[in-house]
């Protein structure tokens, strides 16, 4: 067989599926006008984080699902405004028809968190009792193994702009400086044991007790679920400073260690 044979068989491209840094646009009431503005706004005050940044626009917080024409509308306006709306995420059935007419995917990141939220809805299910007998003599209980949440990924390289360093399940450990442009995300909780220049995103899947150290702050950005702050939201006398992040309620707080 020859060479050129030989490449016939290989595939010509190969797709995967990862983490990407794509925002989620909650919609909390129809004011397109109103959502331009602040979208402006937004890209104005931090360009580097929000111009042309995709964007999944969330309708579910609406009182009803908008027609096809004015989320057209919608989507239009987040082009207009700098930002680039790359998908709906997930709703109810007349979302996912909104999506197909719109040609646009259903992101499954934001399905889970509906799922979650129905789960937690169910009844628990009763457990039955243990057959009544004496009870056995009282044992030390072992701990149990570090799950894979407990045991953080380690990073001992530097994070250079335009790089990403994803701890899936876990907390995230770097011991080198994070540079201006970079991103660092974790499941769990972030632990910077340098510079923090670029963006740090924490409790990426939800989970809202996660937070974020780091020995020298001059974060682009911090995030902890979603909740987040840009560098021009940030006190002055934090800069270069010890700091940890935290959520309190919807807030993300700030202070030195």
């Given at each position: 067989?020859?060479?050129?044979?030989?490449?016939?068989?290989?595939?010509?491209?190969?797709?995967?599926?990862?983490?990407?840094?794509?925002?989620?646009?909650?919609?909390?009431?129809?004011?397109?006008d109103?959502?331009?503005?602040?979208?402006?706004?937004?890209?104005?005050?931090?360009?580097?984080?929000?111009?042309?940044?995709?964007?999944?626009?969330?309708?579910?917080?609406?009182?009803?699902?908008?027609?096809?024409?004015?989320?057209?509308?919608?989507?239009?306006?987040?082009?207009?405004?700098?930002?680039?709306?790359?998908?709906?995420?997930?709703?109810?059935?007349?979302?996912?028809?909104?999506?197909?007419?719109?040609?646009?995917?259903?992101?499954?990141?934001?399905?889970?968190?509906?799922?979650?939220?129905?789960?937690?809805?169910?009844?628990?299910?009763?457990?039955?009792?243990?057959?009544?007998?004496?009870?056995?003599?009282?044992?030390?209980?072992?701990?149990?193994?570090?799950?894979?949440?407990?045991?953080?990924?380690?990073?001992?390289?530097?994070?250079?702009?335009g790089q990403?360093?994803?701890?899936?399940g876990?907390?995230?450990v770097?011991?080198?400086?994070?540079g201006?442009g970079?991103?660092?995300?974790a499941?769990?909780?972030?632990?910077?044991?340098?510079?923090?220049r670029?963006?740090?995103?924490?409790?990426?899947?939800g989970?809202?007790?996660?937070?974020?150290?780091?020995?020298?702050?001059?974060?682009?950005?911090?995030?902890?679920?979603?909740?987040?702050r840009?560098?021009?939201?940030?006190?002055?006398?934090?800069?270069g400073?010890?700091?940890?992040?935290?959520?309190?309620?919807?807030?993300?707080?700030?202070?030195k260690?």
């Open positions: 067989m020859t060479a050129a044979s030989f490449a016939t068989l290989e595939p010509v491209a190969e797709v995967k599926f990862g983490q990407v840094g794509i925002a989620n646009l909650k919609l909390k009431r129809l004011d397109p109103g959502l331009a503005a602040e979208l402006r706004d937004k890209v104005a005050a931090a360009e580097k984080l929000f111009l042309r940044a995709p964007v999944v626009l969330d309708l579910s917080h609406l009182p009803a699902l908008p027609d096809l024409d004015t989320v057209r509308d919608l989507l239009a306006r987040i082009r207009t405004a700098g930002m680039l709306p790359v998908g709906l995420s997930y709703g109810t059935s007349e979302n996912e028809q909104l999506a197909q007419a719109l040609g646009l995917p259903v992101f499954a990141k934001f399905r889970a968190a509906y799922e979650r939220a129905g789960d937690a809805e169910a009844p628990a299910r009763a457990t039955p009792p243990p057959p009544s007998r004496a009870p056995a003599p009282e044992r030390p209980t072992p701990p149990p193994p570090p799950s894979a949440s407990a045991v953080g990924l380690l990073h001992d390289k530097p994070v250079r702009s990403q360093v994803y701890a899936r876990r907390d995230l770097l011991t080198a400086l994070v201006n970079a991103e660092v995300i499941d769990g909780s972030i632990h910077v044991y340098g510079a923090l670029g963006r740090a995103l924490a409790g990426a899947q989970d809202e007790s996660a937070r974020i150290f780091c020995q020298e702050f001059h974060a682009e950005l911090v995030s902890i679920a979603g909740q987040y840009v560098f021009e939201d940030i006190p002055a006398d934090l800069r400073q010890p700091v940890q992040a935290w959520l309190e309620g919807d807030k993300l707080l700030l202070k260690l």
